[in-house]
Nanobody, 126 residues
Framework: QVQLVESGGGSVQAGGSLRLSCAAS???????VGWFRQAPRKEREAVAT???????????DYADFVQGRFTISKDASKNIVYLQIDSLKPEDSATYYC?????????????????WGQGTQVTVSS
């Protein structure tokens, strides 16, 4: 059974940083994984995806609003995917979800993802 468990959210002041973690069980991260977020009264939006290209190479895609502030990465030995968020802004406040895809499609689109975590809350104060 595939399970994704996020952690690392919290309340921070604008300009601060957080590192979100997503621990996986039931599969390895040699597949497309991504981070999404959803703010109150807004639709879920993609943040970043990471797709394996070969033995050790990956393709990284980021949403336009990221502007170099977010970094997706993984620790294969621990089967954990991370989202490092720097220079946090109040508009980054949302519930952040990690997701994994069953197939090969790996767009910045929630429709490509089959497995989801429960989310971790990020609140940024000004």
């Amino acid at each position: 059974q595939v399970q994704l468990v996020e952690s690392g959210g919290g309340s921070v002041q604008a300009g601060g940083s957080l590192r979100l973690s997503c621990a996986a069980s039931g599969f390895t991260y040699r597949r497309c994984v991504g981070w999404f977020r959803q703010a109150p009264r807004k639709e879920r939006e993609a943040v970043a995806t990471m797709r394996p290209l070969g033995s050790a190479a990956y393709r990284y895609d980021y949403a336009d609003f990221v502007q170099g502030r977010f970094t997706i990465s993984k620790d294969a030995s621990k089967n954990i995917v991370y989202l490092q968020i720097d220079s946090l802004k109040p508009e980054d406040s949302a519930t952040y979800y990690c997701a994994a895809a069953q197939g090969i499609a790996c767009r910045l689109d929630s429709a490509d993802f089959d497995y989801w975590g429960q989310g971790t809350q990020v609140t940024v104060s000004s």
